[in-house]
């Protein structure tokens, strides 16, 4: 059976920064057969194929977005038992904070700390998702994919998926493979282990605590941070964090560091957060650059502006254009660039640009 295809799809209701324009074709996929025959439509049209989770991390151009986009929405949950592991197996369009709740009420340990973020199952592994000291890669053994060029469907080990800091093979050949499941093993257990400082300090202390503890602890935390979407929230329309923390050489952040003495910013070294990565490299505080070089919260140009609450969200008020919301991105990169000579990267992907041709519809 043929799958329906749109023309000319608002996108921005799709998306929580609620902006940009439409998809020049769009259709929603609800198993492994449907997303073939999407991929078959753009193919024999010569257009790209742009997957779209819950639009929590995506920059939509204000022109319209080239090419078949596709609501990956195949869904269902499978657990069996392997000795001390369990191991879930969630389909791509699974909402990604039901999926924790579900694994931490059956008493697992391993994903309590990613408890709150937006967005679906197939999107975790593309950035590699993190937070609070956990990110999937920890616990993704494998990633089911459909591969876009051979049209088949294969799982992916995760020794061969290249996680690393909020990045993966999936996003860096974004082309290359779209995500229909991801599997995870997790441990049965009634104790998480707790690393991130902030998070023990919420958990009065203890770095050992019930999984169903841990999650309540992250979801306050993120609240009082705007880190989770609330309608009612002023700052709810972001992709959360803007910017990646830069991973510089040691000799950079040792420069940055300087600046900061040098600008009377900080009395002593230590003062400037830092924190060591293999290979000698650096990874330096995004948010601290950017409060240092005279960004603050609450800063507003017009519709957009940056949390009230956390310096790293960008965020849009109503009536805005993604084009300005990229200015103000431009604006801080300038701004920590101007002060220490570091490059901040966006977290969020920007989707690919409509062509500056005439509206077309598309024929199905
Ligand atoms: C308030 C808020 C807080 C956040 N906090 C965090 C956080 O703590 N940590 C963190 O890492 N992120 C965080 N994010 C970012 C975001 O929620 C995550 O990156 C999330 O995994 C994106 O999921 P999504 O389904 O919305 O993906 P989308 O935004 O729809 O897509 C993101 C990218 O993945 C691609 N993609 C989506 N689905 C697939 C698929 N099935 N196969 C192949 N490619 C696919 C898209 O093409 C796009 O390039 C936050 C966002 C918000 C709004």
Not at 71 to 96: F, K, M, Y
Not at 228 to 233: A, G, H, S, T, V
Request: neutral net charge; glycine residues 10%.
């Amino acid at each position: 059976m043929a799958i329906p295809i749109e023309a000319d799809v608002p996108l921005a209701p799709r998306t929580t920064l609620e902006l940009g324009g439409r998809a020049q074709a769009f259709t929603v996929v609800r198993d492994e057969a449907a997303l073939i025959e999407a991929l078959a439509w753009a193919d024999d049209r010569a257009l790209p194929l742009v997957p779209l989770g819950g639009g929590s991390n995506v920059l939509v151009p204000d022109e319209g977005v080239a090419g078949l986009v596709v609501d990956i929405a195949l869904h269902g949950i499978e657990q069996r038992r392997d000795g001390e592991r369990v191991v879930w197996t969630a389909a791509a369009g699974e909402p990604w904070d039901a999926f924790v709740a579900q694994t931490v009420d059956a008493g697992c340990v391993g994903l309590e700390c990613l408890s709150g973020i937006p967005g679906r199952v197939g999107a975790t592994p593309i950035q590699n998702v993190g937070a609070y000291g956990q990110e999937v890669a920890q616990t993704i053994t494998r990633v089911r994919v459909l591969d876009r060029r051979s049209a088949a469907s294969t799982w992916v080990s995760a020794a061969a998926c290249g996680f690393g800091y909020r990045d993966s093979r999936f996003k860096r050949e974004p082309h290359a493979a779209i995500v229909v499941a991801v599997e995870f093993a997790l441990v049965a257990g009634t104790r998480a282990q707790v690393r991130y400082p902030e998070l023990v300090a919420a958990l009065g202390g203890r770095s050992e605590a019930p999984p169903h503890e841990v999650r309540a602890a992250v979801l306050a935390l993120r609240a009082g941070k705007s880190m989770l979407i609330d309608p009612l929230d002023d700052n709810r329309r972001s992709v959360g964090s803007f910017f990646t923390n830069p991973v510089v050489e040691a000799a950079v952040a040792d420069a940055v560091v300087s600046r900061a003495l040098a600008a009377g910013l900080v009395e002593r070294a230590e003062q400037v957060p830092r924190w060591p990565q293999p290979g000698g490299a650096v990874k330096l505080a995004a948010a601290w650059l950017i409060e240092r070089s005279g960004i603050h919260r609450g800063l507003r140009r017009g519709a957009v502006g940056v949390s009230t609450r956390h310096c790293l969200a960008l965020v849009h008020h109503g009536g805005g254009t993604t084009a300005q919301l990229l200015a103000l991105a431009e604006e801080i990169r300038h701004a920590v660039r101007a002060h220490f000579d570091v490059e901040l990267a966006l977290e969020p992907t920007c989707l690919p640009r409509r062509g500056a041709q005439p509206v077309r519809a598309v024929e199905p």
